[in-house]
């Protein structure tokens, strides 16, 4: 990790964003939004349910975890009108848009920052808060096997 710390990257001077809970991130294309096992009690009793119906109804097992199942538009079932467990979000949405597919160039980070109003408002999140939720989510792909 400490490898990354010591390059320069588009970010060096740190990225201001905010959550405008637009549903941008929660609506486009299909894919996988994980929920590790320690995240399924928090949002399960946010919902006011039981885990295994909870998992029944609104997850798919992947790997070692789960993912949230999608409408066949690609939107999160979370996801009407406003996101329904925002404050217990899973960590991947937690992390948006600091995503590494989204840092790896200034040209991905760009595209992403067309779709995402959040980015360039708010506070100041530093290169190193940046690469540490980078690492965070690298850590949880390795946990996950995938």
Known sequence: MKRLYNRSYFFDHGIHFECRRCGVCCTGDPGIIYVGKDELTSI??????QVPFFIEKYLYPIKTEYSIKEHADGRCFFY???CTIY????????????WFENLRSLKKWKRISREC????????H????IL???????????KMNL
Do not use: W, Y
């Open 44 to 49: 399960a009793e946010h919902l006011s349910l």
């Open 80 to 82: 009407e009108n406003g």
């Open 87 to 98: 404050p217990v979000r899973p960590h991947q949405c937690k992390t948006f848009p600091f």
């Open 117 to 124: 109003p959040g980015i360039g408002c708010g506070p100041l």
């Open 126 to 129: 530093s290169k190193e808060q």
């Open 132 to 142: 540490e939720i980078v690492q965070s989510n690298m850590d949880l792909v390795v």
